[in-house]
């Protein structure tokens, strides 16, 4: 019996295309026949057919005339931001801020936002850096979880101005559905005040009233927020919200 599960493991590594990342969810057996399918990917990693990336997860390493070639940045993600079926996490940092043309920096480290704290990691060559955050990690609120990241770190991207990085952001939020706004709206209540305080006076000018009542409400009326927004008419209202 442990045999012909042996051999169909095996079978169904064979038909998995190189450099895509599997788990043992990829296999339908029963509990009965887990660990005799564990024992098999254990034996294929020791004979070097497969690579393993994280806990119960692996990935068949394509083969070139440089040797092997390891999963793609995207297969090493999903492994670590994936768990039995859901998304425990997501990219942010530098690459998220390059791709929102915030900068032209680029990190060669991987940033996952996750809700609870794990150690940094390096798999198959990649450094993997994690962050700790509040807001619950669902597939559809990344975009939106992502923008309000750049917010948080607008001090700190580098290679830009704070002018630049808001208008930036600015034009992202208001291309927004107001569905979408109002999902920011709530998002943002698990962040810290100054992301609140900057976040509110944008979206005051771009959504209901009703939108940002709770963020105004969470604030203390007597903080400042030393950001460093230039005076002008991206947001003529941030004395309004103490933003400096």
Do not use: C, H
């Not at 995207?74 to 942010?92: C, F, S, W």
């Amino acid at each position: 019996m442990k045999n012909s599960i042996a051999e169909s493991v095996k079978s169904k590594v064979n038909k998995i295309e190189p450099g895509v990342v599997f788990s043992y969810t990829s296999f339908k057996l029963d509990d009965t026949d887990k660990m005799a399918m564990a024992n098999t990917l254990s034996r294929m990693v020791r004979k070097g057919t497969i690579v393993r990336v994280a806990k119960g997860k692996y990935y068949k390493p394509k083969q070139s005339t440089f040797g092997q070639l390891r999963a793609s940045e995207r297969q090493i993600i999903d492994a670590v931001t994936i768990r039995k079926g859901e998304r425990i996490g997501y990219v942010t940092g530098l690459s998220v801020y390059s791709l929102l043309g915030l900068t032209t920096q680029i990190s060669n480290t991987i940033t996952i936002a996750t809700n609870t704290r794990l150690p940094d990691k390096e798999i198959e060559g990649y450094k993997i850096k994690f962050v700790q955050r509040t807001a619950p990690v669902q597939e559809e609120y990344i975009p939106l979880l992502q923008i309000l990241d750049a917010i948080r770190d607008i001090k700190t991207i580098p290679d830009t101005t704070i002018e630049s990085s808001l208008k930036i952001l600015i034009e992202q939020v208001k291309s927004l559905s107001l569905k979408d706004r109002q999902l920011l709206a709530r998002l943002v209540m698990d962040y810290n005040p100054a992301t609140r305080a900057l976040m509110g006076a944008i979206l005051e000018q771009y959504s209901k009233r009703t939108t940002i009542v709770k963020i105004a409400q969470s604030l203390n009326s007597l903080s400042q927020y030393n950001i460093g927004i230039p005076n002008g008419t991206l947001l003529p209202n941030k004395a309004k919200w103490n933003l400096l």
